[in-house]
């Protein structure tokens, strides 16, 4: 900014005026290129809000791309006696993917050892002699000699707890006036085979008939039993030294709380399904509108007096989007069969009006109280096996939807199965094993993996007991089974918005050149308004010479008038 200034006193011509309008056509260029500086900014504000929604939908497909996912199986257990408000079994931990009901009756818990010894009195000073302490009916874990400098019941305590036997020493006040003070051992671990035995033996002690040591042998009794826990599972009665159970069903582990009887249930939650479906449609309808919003003009609300701004009109890449979302949402989900084959079979359309997906409530309830897993199969990938040969096991973001026929080669020497896939065309895609599982590695079945039954794929051994090696490029091999894959609304979008690449791709190369242009468009705008302040400097310079040139020409305006008036005067009196 020019710091020159031309007052105008001296010819009354208002220079600084006539400056400031000169310079406000020169900034007409730069004020253009700060105006496209706006527009840019806004251009990459608007990108950023449309990049966040997008994640957030990417988020929200992602936790929807599988069964476990979109419809994990929820446990529950229930009392058979509908009076008995009693936890008798918690579901610590399950993996149980399919609905299951299982029978169960505890008849007891596993509980540690617990003991107490007699009373002691206040001082709880000891005979001498030695104390031992054996864990489960074994030879003696600990002894301790006890003498004059270790002898009370606080010491007997200290040394118990740091043998670390595997049991926890303590005492306790009855509130006695005479021997209030008992030791407590309790086993750490709960069972029958935790049952603690104790002996403590000592030579009594007297002067002159009195007894030194009033509490001359600890003697115990008990306050609790070891004991295994006992129940009866599917109609099997078991004991076990634990509360905890891993072992009875699959991928499972309860815990018995107390004494009873009822059902362990696994069902999956319609109630979870619904809110998972209904928070995937507010998502898509979100980012859907954010688009439309900044890319297309309602032609129908348009007016030209109040032209909205849209950064980001007629975007190829967003409108790109656009049109996925509508045909997705539109489109049957090719491969499913039966009743439930798209969002409109269950109760979801799109608005006419502004082309936003509405739920019918009614019928989606009552299309997941038909059929939760085919409503579930729209959104998720999945996959329908031809017999129990093979049984689908997962695929990944390369893998194509398609009917794929499985082929069994052989197991190499370490067991593992070997095989390849084909498509519904033919076509042969490598596949590697790994125990008895099969994953494609290459082309549109790169990612499928299934798991290949033992009655279908024998280790084959010579007569030197060495395995039959698998050989992948092996032809006319018949098949085993096959697997057709399908991919729903969900996965595919999850795709779709993972091709888009919304931070590292063509979304980011969008930011980027924005980015640059912004940082382009400042150089400019800086070179410009560098070369208006030496330009307004110049301007004022060239006014302040003119100023003085004008000053000095009516100074001698002023002086010839002058000179004028004398002659006049003298020619008059003369």
Do not use: C
């Amino acid at each position: 900014m020019s710091t020159f200034s031309v007052s105008g006193l001296s010819s009354g011509v208002d220079f600084a005026s006539m400056t400031t309008k000169l310079m406000d056509l020169e900034r007409r260029p730069v004020n253009l290129l700060k105006a496209k500086q706006n527009d840019y900014q806004d251009q990459l504000k608007t990108w950023s809000d449309v990049k966040g929604k997008i994640s957030e939908l990417e988020t929200i497909a992602n936790s929807m791309k599988t069964l476990s996912d979109l419809s994990p199986i929820t446990s529950s257990f229930s009392n058979n006696n509908s009076q008995d408000t009693r936890s008798v079994v918690s579901i610590l931990s399950t993996g149980v993917t399919s609905e299951q009901n299982f029978d169960i009756t505890v008849n007891r818990l596993a509980k540690s050892h617990r003991i107490m010894s007699a009373g002691v009195e206040d001082s709880g000073t000891l005979q001498p002699g030695t104390f031992s302490v054996a864990m489960g009916g074994t030879t003696t874990d600990f002894t301790i000699s006890l003498d004059g400098t270790n002898n009370t019941l606080e010491k007997l305590k200290t040394s118990i707890n740091a043998a670390n036997l595997g049991l926890t020493a303590s005492i306790i006040d009855d509130g006695s006036s005479a021997t209030p003070n008992h030791l407590i051992l309790t086993s750490d671990e709960v069972g029958a085979a935790n049952a603690i035995t104790v002996q403590h033996s000592a030579t009594p002690f007297s002067v002159l008939g009195t007894d030194v040591y009033p509490n001359a042998v600890l003697s115990f009794s008990e306050l609790q039993a070891a004991q295994d826990a006992q129940i009866v599972f599917g109609g099997q009665t078991i004991a076990r030294p634990s509360n905890t159970f891993s072992d009875l069903i699959d991928k499972t582990t309860i815990q018995i709380n107390n004494a009873g009887s009822g059902t362990i249930s696994f069902a999956k939650n319609d109630t979870s399904l619904k809110e998972k479906i209904v928070n995937f449609v507010s998502k898509f309808n979100e980012t859907k509108q954010l688009i439309q919003k900044n890319t297309s003009y309602d032609y129908a609300a348009f007016d030209p007096a109040n032209k909205p701004n849209l950064p980001l009109f007629g975007d190829s890449t967003l409108l790109g989007v656009l049109s996925t979302m509508n045909n997705l949402a539109a489109n049957e989900v090719t491969g499913l069969t039966g009743t439930y084959t798209s969002l409109a079979s269950i109760g979801i359309t799109t608005s006419k009006q502004d082309g936003s997906l509405t739920i019918d409530n009614a019928k989606l309830d009552e299309s997941i109280a038909n059929d939760h897993a085919g409503v579930a199969n729209i959104f998720v990938a999945s996959g329908t096996e031809s017999n129990t040969s093979v049984t689908f096991v997962g695929q990944i973001r390369d893998t194509s939807s398609g009917t794929y026929t499985t082929h069994f080669t052989g197991t190499d020497s370490s067991g593992n199965v070997q095989g390849y896939f084909k498509d519904s065309a033919g076509n042969q895609y490598t596949a590697t094993g790994n125990g008895r599982f099969l994953q494609g590695s290459t082309g549109i079945a790169k990612g499928l993996t299934v798991r290949i039954a033992e009655a279908a794929a024998p280790i084959t051994t010579t007569t030197n007991n060495d395995p039959v090696f698998g050989d992948n490029s092996i032809t006319g091999y018949s098949s085993i089974g096959s697997v057709s894959l399908s991919l729903g609304v969900a996965e595919k979008i999850s795709r779709e918005i993972y091709n888009l690449n919304v931070f590292d791709g063509r979304f980011s190369d969008k930011t980027k050149n924005i980015e640059d242009a912004i940082t382009e468009n400042a150089k400019k705008i800086k070179f410009q308004e560098d070369i208006l302040v030496r330009r307004e400097d110049e301007y004022k310079r060239r006014f302040a010479n003119l100023e003085g040139v004008l000053g000095a020409m009516q100074g001698q305006s002023q002086f010839m008038s002058s000179q004028l008036n004398s002659m006049n005067y003298n020619r008059r009196y003369y």
